[in-house]
């Protein structure tokens, strides 16, 4: 039976949605080994938050406190969770692949003399973990040879949140690294954020994207009175936010926000593989393109060949007669 610990992630007092697929990931690793998973929360007070992850599925949650944690550090975030595993012993250790994580976890794995299996989109049997090469053009499989736990970080978007069930509370039990105040030799900061509005598309249920066969930005009102009817996110692939038609918080894709909602349809973008990267874990896509090969259709759950001119004003008129 192999241990699987998930270390969570706390954003604005509550775990982040990225920290509840890394604990389905958790789930899948623990359901391949008749394991059991184990959420971790690290912080100054995790009372809330180990709460919160109690209900969620895991067997046991582990709260690393310490006063010297209250704000992140990526010292602090590596000797405690160094002094834990180190006791633990774990068989495997996963993490949301956040900028926070990607700033502390190759310390945590050199420290153990372990490699991180970063960016893991997929986990099969063995285990074999999937990465994603060359902005998705390739897929690299990669198995665990060292001695110790073996540690990977899950791509946003791979593995469903709502994976990680509700569930009877799990055991609660406190953890007391020993951190030195010397030993923190950096300065907590504010977390980081692209720009002052940042839009969250990580996080949406439903959202409509726009691509350039929406022709230029005096268009785009077509496609946000489509969002605003449907009570989505609008979002764009790259061509859009270079052009500075919408701001670039708003991207999907490799180089921008990675999303995995409900609904994403996809408005007169042909599907760069860039752009797939970034939203291929959505649990449906519905596309509009008045190209037939165009190559957003190999991912799309729906359909809709035709010009998008025509096509969604008809959409949005029928969402509001829909509402009444």
Request: contains cysteine.
């Amino acid at each position: 039976m192999s241990q699987v610990y998930v270390v969570l992630e706390e954003r604005d007092g509550r775990v982040s949605r990225a920290s509840w697929e890394a604990l389905a990931a958790g789930q899948k690793l623990a359901s391949q080994s008749s394991g059991t998973v184990t959420a971790i929360v690290v912080g100054g007070s995790t009372e809330s938050i180990a709460s919160e992850a109690a209900q969620r599925g895991a067997a046991k949650v582990i709260r690393v406190e310490h006063p010297l944690l209250a704000h992140y550090t990526s010292d602090g975030y590596t000797l405690a969770l160094q002094q834990l595993i180190e006791r633990e012993k774990p068989a495997f250790v996963a993490f949301p692949h956040t900028y926070q994580v990607r700033d502390f976890a190759p310390a945590l794995a050199a420290r153990l003399n372990e490699v991180l299996i970063s960016d893991v989109v997929a986990i099969a049997d063995g285990p074999v973990f999937t990465r994603q090469l060359l902005q998705g053009r390739l897929a690299g499989n990669y198995r665990h040879q060292g001695s110790g736990p073996c540690l990977i970080s899950v791509q946003a978007g791979a593995f469903r949140a709502e994976e990680a069930p509700a569930s009877a509370s799990a055991e609660i039990t406190p953890f007391a690294p020993q951190i030195d105040a010397a030993q923190i030799r950096t300065k907590p900061g504010e977390p980081f954020r692209g720009t002052a509005q940042t839009v969250d598309l990580g996080s949406a249920p439903l959202i409509v994207s726009v691509g350039r066969g929406i022709k230029e930005a005096d268009n785009l009102p077509v496609v946000q009175e489509l969002a605003a009817a449907l009570g989505a996110e609008l979002a764009a692939s790259r061509p859009i936010c270079d052009n500075g038609w919408l701001p670039m918080e708003r991207q999907v894709g490799s180089s921008g926000q990675t999303v995995s909602p409900k609904l994403y349809l996809a408005v007169g973008i042909s599907g760069a593989i860039q752009h797939l990267v970034g939203m291929k874990g959505s649990q449906c896509i519905v596309a509009i393109n008045k190209d037939p090969d165009a190559p957003i259709f190999e991912v799309a759950d729906y359909g809709i060949v035709g010009d998008l001119f025509e096509v969604v004003p008809a959409l949005t008129e029928a969402l509001k007669a829909a509402k009444g």
